[in-house]
């Protein structure tokens, strides 16, 4: 819902019916746009946590600089998504 409508458009209810919920089953685990907003973000920070935690840094120091460069790039999909998600946050001045 951020990355289609931009982080103004994403209210608890329109992204409620985004994921086929009830806005009040989704109002239960975020009471404001700021909570749902905040959880997003450390979601995202999660996810590239876990990649670097998986990665075989057993090159060079330039090469596993690089490496860990590399998952915070948007080189694919999942990457390009979470750098517009990220933008859009930060656009807003949402840390």
Do not use: C
């Not at 920070?45 to 330039?62: C, D, F, Y």
């Not at 460069?69 to 750098?83: G, K, S, Y």
């Amino acid at each position: 819902m951020i990355k289609q409508e931009g982080l103004e458009s994403a209210s608890v209810r329109k992204i409620a019916v985004e994921a086929g919920i009830s806005a009040g089953s989704m109002r239960h685990y975020f009471s404001t746009q700021q909570e749902l907003f905040l959880f997003s973000m450390n979601l995202i920070q999660e996810r590239v946590k876990e990649r670097i935690a998986k990665l075989p840094l057993n090159g060079s120091t330039e090469e596993n600089v690089f490496t860990l460069l590399e998952q915070v790039l948007p080189l694919d999909e999942e990457r390009i998504f979470e750098m517009e998600v990220w933008q859009a946050f930060y656009s807003q001045g949402t840390d």
